[in-house]
Nanobody
Framework: VQLQAFGGGLVKAGGSLRLSCAAS????????MAWFRQAPGKERVFVAG???????YYEDSVKGRFTISRGNAWNPVYLEMNSLKPDDTAVYYC?????????????????WGQGTQVTVSS
């Protein structure tokens, strides 16, 4: 299965973006999905995750601003980002686990998409 994140771009602080994750070559069932991000010179870190039946989990700095949701088989997961801040600038990656468990570490996911750049200007 191939994943591709898209929807990034350049936005001013306070603005919004919606990221999508496109899947090809297969579909997912009873799996958890997540978004991670990697800022320049930093490690890739957990942003948000969602279990198959909809339980959601967020990194503290994005709570109340970001919303993760499930889509369809071809676009299985979205990330709605509001009230963006310059600190949100990073490459964002979607990830899928073979298990229905949201883990906050990279090793908890089996499939990764190509990232999409989000840049927030002040």
């Amino acid at each position: 299965v191939q994943l591709q994140a898209f929807g990034g771009g350049l936005v001013k602080a306070g603005g919004s973006l919606r990221l999508s994750c496109a899947a090809s070559g297969g579909t997912f069932s009873n799996t958890a999905m997540a978004w991670f991000r990697q800022a320049p010179g930093k490690e890739r870190v957990f942003v948000a995750g969602i279990r198959w039946y909809g339980s959601t989990y967020y990194e503290d700095s994005v709570k109340g601003r970001f919303t993760i949701s499930r889509g369809n088989a071809w676009n299985p997961v979205y990330l709605e980002m509001n009230s963006l801040k310059p600190d949100d600038t990073a490459v964002y990656y979607c990830a899928v686990s073979k298990e229905d468990i949201v883990r906050r570490v990279r090793g908890g996911y089996d499939y990764w998409g190509q990232g999409t750049q989000v840049t927030v200007s002040s």
